[in-house]
Structure formats: C-alpha cells, structure tokens
C-alpha cells in the first residue's frame, strides 16, 4: 500500500468538494477544477472532520502506484481552489524585458523578433516590472508547464546569468576561460 496514499486530504475553509461516480470536483474561491478517477479508484469525504481520503482496490499492481498519485492531484486540486499556485521569474540581460500584447505575452530576449507567447486558458501574466513575470493559476499542473515553456526560450546561462530564470532558483557560476601568455 501507498503511505501518501492512505494519508487523509484535508479539506480547506470554503472549499466545497463533490463526488460524482468517478469525477471528483472542488469550488473555492480562485475557482473549480474537476479531477477523473481512473477504475477501482473511490474518494470517500468525512465532512466533520473536513477529511477526504482515497481508496483502491489493488486489483492490479498500477492500482498501488496511482495510489499516492492520485490522493497528490486531489490536494493539489484543492490547494489551488482555495489559494491558487504563483511562479515568479526573472529575466536577466540588457534589453530583455516581457510586455503583453493583448493576450499573448512578447518577449524580448537579444533575438531579431520578440518571441511571442499564447497565455493559456486559466492562466494570469502580470508583469510588475519588464524583468519580472508573476503567472498565476489554479491548476498546478498547467501554471508549472507553462513557466517551464517560457523558461525554455532561453534558459539563463552559467557565465553571465542571462535569460530567463526562476526567482529562486540558484544557478551556479561558472568562470570564463583564462588566457595566460607564456614565453616559449
């Protein structure tokens, strides 16, 4: 059996959850997501105690490993109701700097056009300064893949840091390479 799997869920103050056959869907604040279970997969709610847990029947061996997968999309699905998910990143260069153009996000990175970027649905770009991007979302899943879109249009580079990275990530520096003239 899964340990994160037999863990309870705790359900946040506001958050609704509802069980339908094999959907599972929760209503906050930020908004509402519906999660599928796969077969032999049941969410049981304790609403006094504002538990939800999630049980399997280990019919066949994948039943155990979705186990804790399945109970980590579900707290993820929650938290992101109730508070919502937030990735800042930094754009670091001369001249790099990130506008919105309408609903698409420009940026500009030393390259001959802007790269131009669809936001998707669900997603909310501000931009509190040119080399600083705060994407927002509800859903972990999509607000993650879409930083790591943006991330790859141009990583930032180990020797003078340019291009685009996480607000906390550490990148480690490296130095260049050192001539040194010698008499032969």
């Given at each position: 059996m899964s340990r994160?799997?037999?863990k309870p869920?705790?359900?946040?103050?506001?958050?609704?959850?509802?069980?339908?056959?094999?959907?599972?869907?929760?209503?906050?604040p930020?908004?509402?997501?519906?999660y599928?279970?796969?077969?032999?997969?049941?969410?049981?709610?304790?609403?006094?105690?504002?538990?939800?847990?999630?049980?399997?029947?280990?019919?066949?061996?994948?039943?155990?490993?979705?186990?804790?997968t399945?109970?980590?999309?579900?707290?993820?699905?929650?938290?992101?109701?109730?508070?919502?998910?937030?990735?800042?990143?930094?754009?670091?260069?001369?001249g790099?700097?990130?506008?919105m153009?309408?609903?698409n996000?420009?940026?500009s990175l030393g390259?001959?056009?802007?790269?131009?970027v669809?936001?998707?649905?669900g997603?909310?770009?501000?931009?509190p300064?040119?080399?600083?991007?705060?994407?927002q979302?509800i859903?972990?899943?999509?607000?993650?893949?879409?930083?790591?879109?943006?991330?790859?249009?141009?990583p930032?580079?180990?020797?003078?840091?340019?291009?685009?990275?996480?607000?906390?990530?550490v990148?480690?520096?490296?130095?260049?390479?050192?001539?040194?003239s010698?008499?032969a």
């Amino acid at each position: 059996m899964s340990r994160l799997g037999r863990k309870p869920v705790p359900i946040p103050d506001g958050v609704k959850v509802a069980v339908n056959g094999n959907a599972v869907k929760a209503e906050g604040p930020k908004g509402s997501l519906e999660y599928k279970l796969p077969a032999n997969v049941k969410v049981k709610i304790d609403e006094a105690k504002k538990l939800l847990s999630v049980e399997t029947t280990y019919v066949i061996p994948q039943d155990n490993i979705n186990h804790g997968t399945i109970r980590s999309h579900i707290n993820n699905m929650l938290i992101g109701v109730h508070q919502g998910y937030e990735e800042k990143m930094e754009i670091i260069g001369t001249g790099y700097k990130a506008v919105m153009d309408g609903k698409n996000l420009a940026i500009s990175l030393g390259f001959s056009h802007p790269v131009k970027v669809d936001v998707p649905a669900g997603i909310a770009v501000t931009i509190p300064n040119p080399n600083l991007l705060v994407i927002q979302g509800i859903n972990k899943q999509i607000t993650g893949a879409f930083a790591a879109k943006i991330k790859a249009i141009k990583p930032s580079e180990p020797y003078n840091l340019k291009g685009i990275k996480y607000v906390d990530e550490v990148i480690k520096r490296k130095t260049g390479k050192t001539f040194v003239s010698g008499t032969a």
